[in-house]
């Protein structure tokens, strides 16, 4: 049998007109397109596996002054609290997949609607150093989301409004401590 009859890739290709591989090009490329979208409209049917919702604010920071309420609102909260503004690619897969592995990390991690967890303050306290190193808001949130970037007075002004606002927090702490062994 020759290298022609077992179809010698090479062969195959230089006897065969222009148009011809033209054409199985063109048809290659249509198919790959075919499947790319096929597989795009597939995997919006799988269940991401977390919920897209917003639980009830349980209890914020006593802000240091509505300020530092306004740039973490700005910055942190899409991740950081309850108060979760879904974008609408926040619902095409595979986008929506990162988006709320993203909110369910970051919610884990520190969350300004349970400020109340004794947890918050000191996780609020690594939050700071993030802010302070530039590597929060995380750099892809702030394309997506250009308004949440801070200039670095904002990013100074938010930093120390957060130690403020713990400072504030822990003071309360003390007092409500201090009543409850009073009694």
């Known amino acids: 049998m020759s290298e022609m009859e077992q179809g010698n890739p090479d062969e195959i290709y230089a006897n065969e007109p222009r148009a011809a591989l033209a054409k199985r090009h063109r048809r290659l490329r249509i198919g790959g397109v075919i499947v ?24 914020e920071p006593p802000w240091d002054s509505p300020e530092t309420r306004a740039l973490a609102v700005r910055a942190c909260f899409d991740c950081h609290s309850n108060e979760t503004t879904w974008p609408w690619y926040s619902y095409i897969a595979p986008m929506s997949w990162m988006i709320l592995q ?9 969350n300004f609607s349970t400020w109340g ?9 690594e939050a700071v150093e ?3 190193k530039q590597l929060m808001p995380l750099p892809y949130f ?23 606002t713990m400072t504030q927090g822990r003071a309360n702490n003390l007092q409500t401590d201090n009543l409850d062994e009073e009694d």
């Open 117 to 125: 967890d004794p947890m918050a303050q000191s996780e609020a306290e």
């Open 36 to 59: 790319l979208i096929a597989t795009i409209v597939g995997i919006q049917l799988l269940p991401a596996g977390v919920r897209r919702d917003n639980p009830p604010v349980v209890q």
């Open 130 to 132: 993030l802010v302070s």
């Open 142 to 164: 702030v394309i997506l989301h250009p308004e949440a970037e801070l200039s670095d007075a904002e990013r100074g002004q938010l930093i120390n409004g957060l130690i403020a």
């Open 102 to 110: 993203d909110v369910h990390k970051g919610r884990e991690v520190l």
